[in-house]
């Protein structure tokens, strides 16, 4: 006993030492005792309602504590006992997967109700934190916190306890809870079809965003084009929304009238959606963006430009581009074996060919000189980093129309299909 007040701790005490020393004044050497997994029941016991925190707190932290204990200390007047306690409750728990009717599940219930009851929102918040994913916890317990007014305490639950049914979701929906706790039952995983119906008619701009950066979540084409139509206020849905998998095609039409042109062509590429479709599509957005009026905008209108860019971001840019201008018949392919193949399947349509010198499978001079084989007056723009004399004139040699040197401005593009165009109209 003399080693374990004197700080020597390297053995257990007997159980009569250990007795003397929960009756001694020397705090640290009863924190320390009270740490012990094998300390007998009672001593442990004995300890939860010892007058100094520091000594409750290592009981509450003792896996070995008896349940009886850890009763005492959910009511303990120290909060950091209580957030210690709270910390370790998942160690309690297995006794509710046995009979729920006995005096030790009974217990565990008393505890779990302890704290989830709390005065302080920092304890029920951490209970949540470790009960959250658990089966075993009673349902009017884990109600209580799915409802607490504080969403630290409740956000845990809603997103993630399986107890909750969908019934009482769209019941908690409808009690006008904040966004943080809206959020969390946006953010659930498999989230049911009338849930993410309730989620989206409260227009709440965190948790609907949420909602739709939720792959899981099953969003009906009714609540797809509800959302659409209620889009125009929030520009945090615009990117989420147009990047979920499936659209109906009144939401596709109703995210055009107010998206960027970016997003509208990210859309298309996203989406398969028909050509008619497609073109009625660039076609709002240039009229909305009115950006670029050209002299030639009926023209460019009328003209089916096949695009052969292999860079993503390159390609979208350009897409932009030519949309802002008022071309709305765009088909775009990364490599040139696919824009020969689709030329050759479509030439008759193709009014223009913008193609890039840096395609992984061809340079843009050889698919100008396949070109060329096909069609001798097709307007071609090539659109290079060489800016030697040498590689002008060979691509000049075989014929291409305007020769754009990397990167491009946005105005100098214009520039250049101008001519095009105006050579063209006469």
């Given at each position: 006993?003399?080693?374990?007040?004197?700080?020597?701790?390297?053995?257990?005490?007997?159980?009569?030492?250990?007795?003397?020393?929960?009756?001694?004044?020397?705090?640290?050497?009863?924190?320390?005792?009270?740490?012990?997994?094998?300390?007998?029941?009672?001593?442990?016991?004995?300890?939860?309602?010892?007058?100094?925190?520091?000594?409750?707190?290592?009981?509450?932290?003792?896996?070995?504590?008896?349940?009886?204990?850890?009763?005492?200390?959910?009511?303990?007047?120290?909060?950091?006992?209580?957030?210690?306690?709270?910390?370790?409750?998942?160690?309690?728990?297995?006794?509710?997967?046995?009979?729920?009717?006995?005096?030790?599940?009974?217990?565990?219930?008393?505890?779990?109700?302890?704290?989830?009851?709390?005065?302080?929102?920092?304890?029920?918040?951490?209970?949540?934190?470790?009960?959250?994913?658990?089966?075993?916890?009673?349902?009017?317990?884990?109600?209580?916190?799915?409802?607490?007014?504080?969403?630290?305490?409740?956000?845990?639950?809603?997103?993630?306890?399986?107890?909750?049914?969908?019934?009482?979701?769209?019941?908690?929906?409808?009690?006008?809870?904040?966004?943080?706790?809206?959020?969390?039952?946006?953010?659930?995983?498999?989230?049911?079809?009338?849930?993410?119906?309730a989620v989206a008619e409260?227009?709440?701009?965190?948790?609907?965003?949420?909602?739709?950066?939720?792959?899981?979540?099953?969003?009906?084409?009714?609540?797809?084009?509800?959302?659409?139509?209620?889009?125009?206020?929030?520009?945090?849905?615009?990117?989420?929304?147009?990047?979920?998998?499936?659209?109906?095609?009144?939401?596709?039409?109703?995210?055009?009238?107010?998206?960027?042109?970016?997003?509208?062509?990210?859309?298309?590429?996203?989406?398969?959606?028909p050509n008619d479709v497609?073109?009625?599509?660039?076609?709002?957005?240039?009229?909305?963006?009115?950006?670029?009026?050209?002299?030639?905008?009926?023209?460019?209108?009328?003209?089916?430009?096949?695009?052969?860019?292999?860079?993503?971001?390159?390609?979208?840019?350009?897409?932009?581009?030519?949309?802002?201008?008022?071309?709305?018949?765009?088909?775009?392919?990364?490599?040139?074996?696919?824009?020969?193949?689709?030329?050759?399947?479509?030439?008759?349509?193709?009014?223009?060919?913008?193609?890039?010198?840096?395609?992984?499978?061809?340079?843009?001079?050889?698919?100008?000189?396949?070109?060329?084989?096909?069609?001798?007056?097709?307007?071609?723009?090539?659109?290079?980093?060489?800016?030697?004399?040498?590689?002008?004139?060979?691509?000049?040699?075989?014929?291409?129309?305007?020769?754009?040197?990397?990167?491009?401005?946005?105005?100098?593009?214009?520039k250049r299909i101008e001519?095009?165009?105006?050579?063209?109209?006469?």
């Open positions: 006993m003399f080693g374990w007040l004197k700080g020597k701790r390297d053995t257990s005490p007997s159980y009569e030492e250990a007795k003397e020393i929960a009756k001694s004044d020397n705090v640290a050497a009863r924190r320390d005792l009270a740490a012990l997994t094998d300390l007998e029941p009672e001593l442990l016991y004995f300890f939860a309602t010892d007058k100094d925190p520091e000594v409750r707190k290592a009981v509450a932290d003792n896996k070995a504590a008896p349940v009886q204990a850890k009763v005492v200390l959910c009511k303990d007047e120290d909060k950091a006992v209580r957030a210690k306690l709270a910390s370790r409750i998942a160690e309690l728990t297995p006794a509710l997967d046995q009979d729920a009717s006995s005096r030790a599940s009974q217990m565990v219930i008393e505890v779990l109700e302890g704290l989830a009851t709390d005065q302080l929102s920092e304890i029920r918040a951490i209970l949540t934190e470790e009960i959250k994913h658990m089966e075993s916890i009673p349902k009017h317990t884990v109600s209580r916190l799915a409802r607490d007014m504080d969403a630290t305490v409740s956000s845990p639950m809603l997103q993630f306890s399986p107890l909750l049914e969908d019934n009482e979701l769209i019941e908690i929906i409808s009690d006008s809870i904040q966004d943080d706790a809206l959020t969390a039952i946006a953010k659930r995983k498999g989230l049911g079809e009338h849930v993410a119906h409260t227009e709440s701009g965190q948790a609907v965003q949420a909602l739709l950066e939720n792959n899981s979540a099953q969003l009906s084409d009714n609540t797809l084009t509800f959302i659409s139509e209620k889009a125009v206020d929030h520009q945090n849905w615009h990117g989420p929304l147009v990047n979920r998998d499936e659209l109906p095609e009144q939401a596709v039409k109703n995210i055009a009238e107010y998206v960027t042109t970016s997003l509208v062509n990210q859309m298309i590429s996203k989406h398969n959606l497609v073109m009625d599509l660039r076609r709002t957005v240039f009229n909305r963006m009115n950006k670029v009026r050209s002299r030639y905008t009926e023209h460019f209108s009328n003209s089916r430009v096949l695009l052969a860019e292999e860079n993503d971001e390159m390609r979208r840019r350009l897409e932009n581009s030519l949309t802002e201008l008022g071309f709305i018949d765009i088909r775009s392919v990364g490599d040139g074996e696919t824009a020969l193949r689709v030329f050759e399947a479509e030439r008759t349509p193709v009014k223009l060919m913008i193609c890039s010198d840096n395609l992984p499978d061809m340079e843009g001079q050889e698919i100008l000189e396949e070109v060329r084989d096909l069609d001798e007056g097709l307007p071609f723009m090539l659109l290079s980093p060489k800016n030697d004399e040498a590689s002008i004139m060979e691509a000049k040699r075989y014929g291409v129309n305007e020769y754009v040197l990397m990167p491009y401005s946005e105005s100098d593009l214009i001519n095009i165009y105006r050579k063209i109209a006469g």
